[in-house]
Structure formats: structure tokens, C-alpha cells
């Protein structure tokens, strides 16, 4: 077990060197463009270009947080009967 | 400014970072941390890489990636919830079952 532990200590140190060395490339950062992106640049590509992507992500957030209410909802007695307006005997 | 080589390289350290956490934590919010700095790093990726060609996809990828992030946490955060409450701890090795 210790065996592997440092195997992947050991890859995750050589992954990370690799990572650094490739990203931080001058020939990868070497044809730049001069036109920066501006924030309307941006609005109008969201808007027209991945307007149904956009749509589908407002969906999936929509059932991830009914589905997180949902998972944390607490129906110990009291919550049950506060939520439906009865009183305990 | 800062050059997008820069912000690569720091995306890098921190994705490995996020990594090495996600491999070797067993504290199931401390894993879900790490992997938020990965996604993280991810997103300073697309964000040097959108600067460094003048295109706005980029920036589209990265507000998609957070938002995307944002449920999972939800998600995440109510499942250790279910987690606790079933199990009185959140520690991921004394969670090996998917069944309730």
C-alpha cells in the first residue's frame, strides 16, 4: 500500500512538471492575437451563438437545486407539523 | 498584464494541487474542495487561453464551467448531508455502498 501511495506521489509530481513545463511553452503562447474579447463581445456570443446551451445549463440548475432540497428536506415530526399548520398534542 | 504563459503554469499547480487532494483525502469535503480547484484551474485555462487568441468562447466556457460547478457543489454538499445523517460521519471510507 505505502508502495503505491509513493507511485502516485511520485506520477502526480512528474504530471505536474510535465503539465508546467508544456503549459508555460513559449511556442504555445507565441502567435497571440491583437483583438482582446470585450464584455459585449461576450454577451452577444452567449446570447446568439450558445443561447440553447445556456437554456439546457438555467434547466440543469433548476434540478440540481430542487434535487438538493430535496436530498437535505428534514421530516423529523415537528418540521412535518409546522409545515402543514398542525399543532402537537 | 500578465502573460497567459504565467496564468497557465499557476492553472497547472493548482489542477495538480486539486489532484494530489482528490487522490488523497478521505474527508469527503475537503475532496469535493480539491475538486473545485481543479475546475478552477480548468476555468484559469480557458480564461489565458480566450486573452491569448482574442475569442470570448473561452470566457463562455469558463461562466458554463462555474455554473456547472455551482450544482455539483449543491448537489455534493447535500449528499454529505444524507451522508451525515445516515452514517454520523462524512469520512469516504465508511461509505462503500451506493444503497441507502
Known amino acids: 500500500m505505502k508502495f503505491l501511495s509513493l507511485v502516485t506521489r511520485i506520477g502526480l509530481l512528474s504530471l505536474g512538471m510535465i503539465l508546467v513545463s508544456v503549459l508555460s511553452a513559449d511556442e504555445v503562447w507565441a502567435d497571440s492575437s491583437d483583438n482582446a474579447p470585450t464584455t459585449s463581445g461576450l454577451a452577444d456570443t452567449m446570447l446568439n451563438e450558445w443561447a440553447l446551451p445556456l437554456l439546457v445549463l438555467g434547466i440543469l440548475m433548476s434540478v440540481a437545486m430542487i434535487g438538493a432540497a430535496y436530498l437535505v428536506r428534514d421530516e423529523r415530526r415537528e418540521n412535518l407539523l409546522w409545515e402543514f399548520g398542525g399543532e402537537e398534542e | ?100
Open chain 2, 1 to 100: 498584464m500578465i502573460e497567459p504563459s504565467w496564468v497557465s503554469a499557476l492553472s497547472a499547480l493548482l489542477f495538480i494541487i486539486g489532484l494530489g487532494g482528490a487522490f488523497t483525502r478521505k474527508n469527503a469535503i475537503i475532496v469535493l474542495m480539491c475538486i473545485e480547484l481543479m475546475l478552477n484551474a480548468a476555468n484559469m485555462q480557458f480564461a489565458a487561453a480566450a486573452v491569448h487568441h482574442g475569442d470570448a468562447t473561452g470566457w463562455v466556457y469558463t461562466i458554463f464551467a462555474i455554473a456547472i460547478a455551482a450544482s455539483e457543489v449543491a448537489i455534493g454538499l447535500a449528499i454529505f448531508l444524507a451522508m451525515y445523517g445516515k452514517h454520523e460521519s462524512i469520512s469516504l471510507d465508511d461509505v462503500d455502498v451506493l444503497k441507502n
